[in-house]
């Protein structure tokens, strides 16, 4: 009873600093809005995807990019809860959350699973907004997605936790999360399908494939139109335990500290 009392606390906490800052929910949509609206309408016409699981007929570009810009929300809210991670460090708040008697492995995942949440209500609101703009999606999709959402925003959050466990001052977070998100975003399928990468570069058509967000992307997909990627999901889940425990590992140090 105490850990779901943890747990919930831990939540209600997000959730409150989440919708006190309305800056940051509106932030979140700003920049895939900026690609679905602007981007992918330029290039409706000119990218048109062919007929590729889990599509059954030939799509426009905007319908294929959306599982990549909920991707994309819900990546850099795995790197703002990263950030804010490290702005609770050195304001002392995530050190009084460490001393909770409870494990570390718990206190780790109840904020991960608190960012999940945040995550959630940010990527459902941008597959509300897509949907009302006119991009075909099936509204079915918005139940069988959740429990890939799920899955691809505890990825995302546990990146972001291991990046929060590297950066000592929140002055050098900056720099380094560009030097994740953008490799992460540009270098899968969020934007174009795999097999126009490798055609262009069998290089990066390989790096595309070993990226865990095209995985995540891929999962989101397929989810969204009642289907499901066994190799996805597996990826996916390999990855978030390797994420948390390398997060479990880079706090342990200041569990102790």
């Known amino acids: 009873m105490k850990w779901l009392?943890?747990?919930q606390a831990v939540i209600l906490r997000e959730l409150r600093r989440?919708?006190?800052q309305r800056s940051r929910f509106f932030g979140a949509l700003v920049r895939p809005l900026i690609w679905l609206l602007v981007f992918a309408a330029?290039?409706?016409a000119a990218l048109g995807i062919a007929i590729t699981p889990?599509?059954?007929t030939y799509i426009t570009y905007d319908v294929y990019i959306v599982p990549g810009l909920v991707g994309m929300v819900q990546l850099f809210n795995g790197m703002q809860n990263s950030l804010s991670m490290v702005y609770d460090r050195e304001m002392g708040s995530m050190r009084v959350l460490l001393t909770c008697p409870q494990p570390l492995p718990f206190l780790l995942f109840a904020r991960l699973f608190a960012g999940m949440c945040v995550s959630l209500l940010q990527a459902y609101a941008f597959l509300l907004i897509a949907r009302l703009y006119g991009v075909d999606l099936p509204w079915q999709g918005f139940v069988s997605?959740?429990?890939a959402l799920v899955l691809s925003g505890l990825l995302l959050g546990a990146a972001g936790m291991v990046l929060s466990s590297w950066v000592a001052q929140i002055e050098n977070f900056a720099g380094v999360m560009n030097f994740v998100v953008f490799p992460l975003?540009?270098?899968s399928s969020a934007l174009y399908p795999l097999w126009k990468m490798q055609e262009a570069s069998e290089v990066v058509y390989r790096l595309c494939s070993l990226n865990p967000f095209t995985d995540a992307v891929e999962m989101i997909r397929f989810a969204l139109?009642?289907?499901w990627q066994q190799g996805a999901i597996v990826n996916t889940l390999l990855a978030t335990a390797v994420c948390m425990a390398l997060a479990l590992w880079g706090y342990r140090p200041r569990q102790r500290a």
């Open 185 to 187: 975003f540009f270098l």
């Open 42 to 44: 330029g290039f409706r």
């Open 18 to 20: 989440f919708l006190q």
């Open 5 to 7: 009392l943890v747990l």
């Open 145 to 147: 997605v959740l429990p």
């Open 225 to 227: 139109y009642g289907q």
């Open 54 to 56: 889990p599509y059954e």
